[in-house]
């Protein structure tokens, strides 16, 4: 049994996580991800990202917590997961022919406190670090720019029969059919698909745990 759970359901978080060297369980979160209108982009992602974390806490004593939430901002609204496939064309739309940001929030809960003077590195990381009673709890918030080429209605419509933006925060997957359409990424890769792996790995690193 590893020390690392992974409140999360997401192939592709478990996939990165893997192909990083990373050994973990899963155990996915089940919580409300409704936004509140007055919430920021930044408060909103890193909320969702504890609220997981937290919630898979309770069912793993003794073991380490990491959940994520990745959100695509464009005009500093926040495009979430599609409802159905007229919500996916419009958000594919705004996205058409512009940059984005895309956030993803980290979230670690570790039950035996660790160093927590490691240093925090790399452009658009935010740490926020507190203590809650024996717990070590950081949550750290990644962003990279991605920028889309113009989308025809046809490739949209093409886009959209693949079944693919369904699932996928704003609407699209830059590791797959979309990588057609993605004419720049600024900053993290990994982020984008919906893990920034330096962020964990950093985090796992100060807190102790050994990763091969």
Known sequence: MSKLVLASASPRRADLLRAAGFEFDVIPATIDEA???E???DGYVRRVAQLKAKAVASQAPG???L????????????????VDTGDARRMLRRLSGREHVVMTAVCMINPDPAEAGHSVRGVGL???LRERGSKRFETRVARTTVEFAPLSDAEIDWYLATGEPMDKAGGYAVQGRASRFVTRVDG??????????????????GAGLLVS
């Open 35 to 37: 936004i509140d209108v």
């Open 63 to 65: 073991r380490t917590i």
């Open 67 to 82: 959940a994520a939430d990745t959100i695509v901002v464009v005009d500093h609204q926040v495009l979430g997961k599609p």
């Open 39 to 41: 919430e920021t982009p």
């Open 126 to 128: 935010q740490p926020d």
């Open 188 to 205: 993290s890769y990994s982020n984008v698909v919906g893990l920034p792996v330096a962020v964990v790995y950093d985090l796992c690193r």
